[in-house]
């Protein structure tokens, strides 16, 4: 019997994140945070002074970048060091994620990440969090399912989540840049963001956290 699996997918601000940790630490699976690999990519292609367009040269770098994952200490936050280096504060930002969503598109830089993300299916089971979990990396996955929220909630939900961090950011500007990222990571030739077809559609518009986790533990436990 194959390590069962539950994809998470949807766009930015849909509460994929917070609702893979919850449903994983409910069920004691592992969780892939796939967006944190192309941000980690994004980065350390920013700190080498890379072109982000250059295909050639970012593959490489996605080729050769070590992402390591590190339990949370303290405030419950997974920390993701780069090349030896702590990057977490730096790639939560929205400058991060444009930058992801920039290398993202590029086929061989997603190419380069596949074993990696493959390697996190481990007994008892996994919670993969992406774009394109449940259609491309993990196909085969018993358990699927599609987030969405209005624009505007999911603008409004990731501006609460950087002011909490301390970031400084406008609700407006990062409406826009959220609209802009979505448009993008939905109509790139590889890996769209979209819902397999096999996915439980959760609209999370108006939802609590605890009712969004409920819904998603009963596609596993119906
Ligand atoms: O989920 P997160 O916002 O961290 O993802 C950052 C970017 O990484 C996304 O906008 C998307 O372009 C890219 N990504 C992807 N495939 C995934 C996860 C993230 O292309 N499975």
């Known amino acids: 019997q194959s390590v069962p699996v539950l994809t998470i997918d949807g766009p930015s601000g849909s509460g994929k994140g917070t609702i893979s940790r919850l449903v994983a630490e409910h069920l004691g699976w592992r969780l892939l945070d796939s967006g944190a690999l192309y941000r980690a990519v994004g980065y350390a292609a920013g700190m080498a002074g890379l072109d982000l367009s250059d295909a050639e040269a970012v593959t490489r770098c996605a ?113 826009s840049e959220i609209e802009a990222r979505d448009a993008r990571d939905a109509s790139r030739a590889v890996a769209p963001l979209k819902p397999a077809r096999d996915a439980v559609l959760v609209d999370t518009t108006g939802m609590g956290i605890e009712d969004v986790v409920a819904e998603v533990l009963a596609v596993v436990n119906p």
């Not at 070590?66 to 790639?91: C, K, M, P, S, W």
């Not at 997603?110 to 919670?127: M, T």
């Not at 990396?137 to 501006?159: M, Q």
């Open 63 to 175: 080729q050769t970048t070590r992402i390591q994952f590190r339990a949370a200490t303290h405030d419950g936050e997974t920390r993701v060091i780069v090349n030896g280096h702590d990057a977490t504060d730096e790639l939560r930002t929205e400058t991060a994620g444009a930058a992801a969503s920039a290398i993202a598109s590029i086929p061989t830089v997603r190419q380069a990440l596949v074993d990696l993300q493959l390697g996190f299916r481990k007994a008892p089971g996994l919670v993969a969090d992406g774009r394109d979990m449940g259609t491309v990396i993990f196909p085969d996955a018993a358990y699927k399912v599609f987030l969405t929220a209005s624009a505007a909630e999911r603008a409004k939900r990731r501006y609460k989540q950087l002011k909490e961090k301390g970031l400084s950011v406008t609700l407006a500007s990062l409406q």
